[in-house]
């Protein structure tokens, strides 16, 4: 049984628990543009085509650049399906949707254990970093993590090194009353760096550790030397932290998203990506191009503006919610 059966099963299973339910139809829901967008292109073509040619994998091709999965993402894919389709001499499009599904579950994956949840300290505060660009929703997203971990029991600290931005201090510190969870802050424009060290003095008393840091790409080098005397700080405190970096990517910017993503895996160890706003953009194979590019998981989905639209990555879930249509 490939992927494409495997998923219909279970999401068509009357098994699945509410919690799972919830999940999935956040996901449906979220990427309902792409979606909509993705599975009219593929039913056009698939009505043009009675049988499956070199035209039909080139138009294929096109409409899959188009959902922004991305040039070198498709290329591989297509040279996959391609040579699967002549294995298993597929020539009926309807049939080839099943393989599509299949091959891009793959393209994710590549043989490896996906880690798509945060790596939780046992002794001591998890410390999570932040970065990305302003504008992402980076204070929003620390935001809505801060009332999850807090609902489920947990201590947080919000930290505010983002000293660079006007307004950025008060706006955190506005969620934090907001969440009534405790904020380590300083004055604007003083060195980041004082404010984590200051947060983690108090990190011991904490299960978990949320730093906000400024977003300019402008000029990589200041921004590196700055992440690397954050990160300094934080491991003197606490040998091994942080123990996630987290960038914050704006889905709808598309391949601009991509461009992020290299720059900032250039100057930090990013070790997870946050995509916001995947539910305001037609272009949800983003998805797909961030982890073949840059080879960074996924860990948090935004499908909304509601602190529960915040969601873990779940690849079997995103693509349900994509290829609904053809389930």
Same mark, same amino acid.
């Given at each position: 049984?490939?992927?494409?059966?495997?998923? *219909? %099963? /279970?999401?068509?299973? +009357? !098994? @699945?628990?509410? =919690?799972?339910?919830?999940?999935?139809?956040?996901?449906?829901?979220?990427?309902?543009?792409?979606?909509?967008?993705?599975?009219?292109?593929?039913?056009?073509?698939?009505?043009?085509?009675?049988?499956?040619?070199?035209?039909?994998?080139?138009?294929?091709?096109?409409?899959?650049?188009?959902?922004?999965?991305?040039?070198?993402?498709?290329?591989?894919?297509?040279?996959?399906?391609?040579?699967?389709?002549?294995?298993?001499?597929?020539?009926?499009?309807?049939?080839?949707?099943?393989?599509?599904?299949?091959?891009?579950?793959?393209?994710?994956?590549?043989?490896?254990?996906?880690?798509?949840?945060?790596?939780?300290?046992?002794?001591?505060?998890?410390?999570?970093?932040?970065?990305?660009?302003?504008?992402?929703?980076?204070?929003?997203?620390?935001?809505?993590?801060?009332? *999850? %971990? /807090?609902?489920?029991? +947990? !201590? @947080?600290?919000? =930290?505010?090194?983002?000293?660079?931005?006007?307004?950025?201090?008060?706006?955190?510190?506005?969620?934090?009353?907001?969440?009534?969870?405790?904020?380590?802050?300083?004055?604007?424009?003083?060195?980041?760096?004082?404010?984590?060290?200051?947060?983690?003095?108090?990190?011991?008393?904490?299960?978990?550790?949320?730093?906000?840091?400024?977003?300019?790409?402008?000029?990589?080098?200041?921004?590196?030397?700055?992440?690397?005397?954050?990160?300094?700080?934080?491991?003197?405190?606490?040998?091994?932290?942080?123990?996630?970096?987290?960038?914050?990517?704006?889905?709808?910017?598309?391949?601009?998203?991509?461009?992020?993503?290299?720059?900032?895996?250039?100057?930090?160890?990013?070790?997870?990506?946050?995509?916001?706003?995947?539910?305001?953009?037609?272009?949800?194979?983003?998805?797909?191009?961030?982890?073949?590019?840059?080879?960074?998981?996924?860990?948090?989905?935004?499908?909304?503006?509601?602190?529960?639209?915040?969601?873990?990555?779940?690849?079997?879930?995103?693509?349900?919610?994509?290829?609904?249509?053809?389930?």
């Amino acid at each position: 049984m490939g992927f494409f059966s495997k998923l *219909k %099963e /279970k999401f068509s299973s +009357k !098994k @699945v628990n509410e =919690v799972e339910k919830k999940e999935t139809e956040s996901y449906e829901k979220g990427l309902e543009k792409t979606r909509k967008d993705f599975s009219n292109k593929l039913n056009k073509l698939n009505k043009k085509y009675s049988k499956v040619n070199q035209e039909y994998f080139e138009e294929l091709e096109e409409i899959l650049i188009m959902a922004d999965i991305g040039v070198n993402t498709v290329i591989k894919f297509m040279d996959r399906l391609v040579e699967r389709a002549r294995k298993e001499k597929i020539e009926d499009p309807e049939t080839l949707k099943e393989l599509i599904v299949d091959e891009l579950f793959i393209i994710y994956v590549n043989d490896e254990v996906l880690v798509n949840k945060i790596n939780y300290r046992e002794n001591g505060p998890t410390v999570i970093l932040f970065v990305g660009v302003n504008g992402v929703g980076k204070t929003t997203t620390i935001a809505k993590i801060a009332k *999850k %971990e /807090k609902d489920a029991g +947990k !201590k @947080v600290l919000l =930290v505010a090194a983002d000293t660079f931005r006007a307004g950025a201090v008060e706006q955190l510190t506005e969620w934090a009353n907001r969440l009534k969870v405790d904020i380590e802050s300083g004055e604007e424009g003083i060195d980041p760096a004082s404010v984590v060290y200051s947060g983690m003095e108090r990190a011991k008393d904490y299960d978990l550790v949320l730093i906000d840091t400024a977003g300019r790409l402008q000029n990589k080098v200041n921004l590196m030397n700055e992440l690397e005397k954050i990160k300094k700080v934080i491991n003197n405190h606490q040998d091994g932290s942080p123990e996630e970096t987290l960038l914050v990517i704006d889905a709808t910017t598309g391949q601009n998203g991509i461009s992020q993503a290299k720059a900032f895996k250039e100057i930090t160890d990013v070790t997870g990506i946050v995509l916001t706003k995947l539910d305001g953009s037609a272009k949800g194979g983003i998805v797909l191009a961030i982890k073949e590019e840059v080879n960074i998981p996924v860990k948090y989905v935004g499908m909304g503006e509601k602190e529960e639209d915040l969601r873990v990555f779940d690849i079997e879930k995103y693509i349900y919610g994509l290829f609904k249509e053809m389930m």
